[in-house]
């Protein structure tokens, strides 16, 4: 409850000051050091002997298992994942310059989006594959499959400690990045809604 807590106050103190000040800034550096990171794990993942064969359970189709829900899971992901649907696409969007290419930013997104996905499913797939002898029921581990199968591979690692406290410290950011995304989004309503402050309406 504590961490919990913490994070809310940490969320809270961040959109009170305005997003532009603080998370913007620390985005720009701390994020390209999370993808630097993660294509260095995948690197050394891939390298290991037997993790070709995980690379290909990742790659490679298997359409006996392709279904309707297989489908509106993937949707389901998308929307997820491209913050769809939630009104954090349209808060970003009111505050960017009139001047930036709306279409052109978009398909950054798009891009960055898919491209970071597929750096992931090579970190972490080919690894699982790996650490559970090519069980296939460990792939369904969920979202448990970071905390479970990175820090095996962490162990393995030259520097393994101080790489994985670094990989989890930029993960915590990335979480707080979505957090405060959420609380803007609320609090840009409200704002626009009524005549409270950002203060006020933040609380």
């Given at each position: 409850m504590?961490?919990?807590l913490?994070f809310?106050?940490i969320?809270f103190a961040?959109?009170l000051?305005?997003v532009?000040?603080g998370?913007?800034k620390?985005?720009?550096?701390?994020?390209p050091?999370l993808?630097?990171?993660?294509?260095?794990?995948?690197i050394?993942?891939?390298c290991?002997p037997?993790?070709?064969?995980?690379?290909?359970?990742y790659?490679?189709?298997d359409f006996?298992?392709?279904?309707p829900?297989?489908?509106?899971s993937a949707m389901?992901?998308l929307f997820?994942s491209m913050?769809?649907?939630?009104?954090?696409m349209?808060?970003?969007g009111?505050?960017?310059?009139?001047e930036?290419?709306?279409?052109?930013?978009?398909r950054?997104?798009?891009?960055?989006?898919t491209?970071?996905?597929f750096?992931s499913g090579?970190?972490?797939?080919?690894?699982v594959?790996?650490?559970?002898?090519?069980d296939?029921?460990?792939?369904?581990?969920?979202l448990?499959?970071?905390?479970?199968?990175?820090?095996k591979?962490f162990?393995?690692?030259?520097l393994?400690?101080v790489?994985?406290?670094v990989?989890?410290?930029?993960?915590?950011?990335?979480?707080?990045?979505?957090?405060?995304?959420l609380?803007?989004?609320v609090v840009s309503?409200?704002?626009d809604?009524?005549s409270?402050?950002?203060?006020?309406?933040?609380l």
């Amino acid at each position: 409850m504590l961490w919990f807590l913490l994070f809310i106050g940490i969320t809270f103190a961040v959109v009170l000051f305005g997003v532009e000040k603080g998370i913007e800034k620390c985005s720009k550096i701390m994020m390209p050091f999370l993808v630097l990171l993660s294509i260095v794990v995948a690197i050394f993942v891939v390298c290991q002997p037997g993790a070709m064969e995980g690379v290909a359970y990742y790659l490679k189709p298997d359409f006996s298992k392709f279904t309707p829900m297989t489908v509106l899971s993937a949707m389901g992901q998308l929307f997820y994942s491209m913050s769809l649907a939630m009104g954090i696409m349209v808060t970003y969007g009111s505050y960017m310059k009139k001047e930036v290419n709306l279409d052109h930013a978009v398909r950054q997104i798009e891009i960055f989006d898919t491209g970071i996905a597929f750096v992931s499913g090579l970190m972490i797939v080919p690894a699982v594959y790996l650490f559970s002898g090519g069980d296939e029921s460990a792939m369904k581990a969920g979202l448990g499959l970071m905390f479970i199968t990175l820090p095996k591979v962490f162990a393995g690692m030259p520097l393994g400690t101080v790489i994985g406290a670094v990989f989890f410290l930029l993960v915590l950011f990335a979480a707080l990045t979505s957090s405060i995304s959420l609380m803007e989004t609320v609090v840009s309503i409200i704002r626009d809604k009524t005549s409270l402050s950002r203060r006020k309406a933040a609380l």
